[in-house]
T-cell receptor
Framework: AQSVTQPDIHITVSEGASLELRCNYSYGATPYLFWYVQSPGQGLQLLLK??????LVQGIKGFEAEFKRSQSSFNLRKPSVHWSDAAEYFC??????????FGKGTRLHILP | DARVTQTPRHKVTEMGQEVTMRCQPI?????VFWYRQTMMQGLELLAY????????DSGMPKDRFSAEMPDATLATLKIQPSEPRDSAVYFC?????????????FGPGTRLTVL
């Protein structure tokens, strides 16, 4: 069965610093991969997605992610974080035609 | 700006009471998902529908939970009787299969507290 691992439960970075959130997936074929963000008290919002083609994908809010098949990874990056980026981030992989398997999430804290 | 709507946004009830949560998927979407989010378990898929037909409800406690889609614009999740361990945030999401490659759009959630 497909699975997603986000090895970091919490990450703390200073405002203005760069960010990388890790995600590893287990999937036999070419995966459909997603990053979602959840701000406190809110639903999940799609940041970006990878289906095929260019392995570096751009998303909203200045985020990007790189698909690396050899490492089964889809890490999320941002060159300079803002205090408003404090949230929980979920990596996910598509399963079958419809379902998404979510990771446990990484909570991002921003230091002023 | 199309979005998934959920009602109520908050619900406080007493153990043993029936709880009904409603979801209006984005118009034109044909898949609907119900998730439960807790601190301990994270995001769990409870059930999902495609073209109003239930496809998978293996994540749902069958004895007290039920999910239905009376029509294409309404999905319901019912708990009867409710228990304190059901306290969680319940999210509905919708998508369009097969051209959206599993992409799902989430509602704002219903925060349920069972006393």
């Amino acid at each position: 069965a497909q699975s997603v691992t986000q090895p970091d439960i919490h990450i703390t970075v200073s405002e203005g610093a760069s960010l990388e959130l890790r995600c590893n997936y287990s999937y036999g074929a070419t995966p459909y991969l997603f990053w979602y963000v959840q701000s406190p008290g809110q639903g999940l919002q799609l940041l970006l997605k990878y289906f095929s083609g260019d392995t570096l994908v751009q998303g909203i809010k200045g985020f990007e992610a790189e698909f690396k098949r050899s490492q089964s990874s889809f890490n999320l990056r941002k060159p300079s974080v803002h205090w408003s980026d404090a949230a929980e981030y979920f990596c996910a992989v598509g399963e079958g035609d419809d379902k998404i398997i979510f990771g446990k999430g990484t909570r991002l804290h921003i230091l002023p | 700006d199309a979005r998934v709507t959920q009602t109520p946004r908050h619900k406080v009830t007493e153990m043993g009471q029936e709880v009904t949560m409603r979801c209006q998927p984005i118009l034109g979407h044909n898949t609907v998902f119900w998730y439960r989010q807790t601190m301990m378990q994270g995001l769990e898929l409870l059930a999902y529908f495609r073209n109003r037909a239930p496809l998978d409800d293996s994540g749902m406690p069958k004895d007290r939970f039920s999910a239905e889609m009376p029509d294409a614009t309404l999905a319901t999740l019912k708990i009867q009787p409710s228990e304190p361990r059901d306290s969680a945030v319940y999210f509905c999401a919708s998508g369009y299969d097969p051209n959206r490659y599993n992409e799902q759009f989430f509602g704002p959630g219903t925060r349920l507290t069972v006393l």
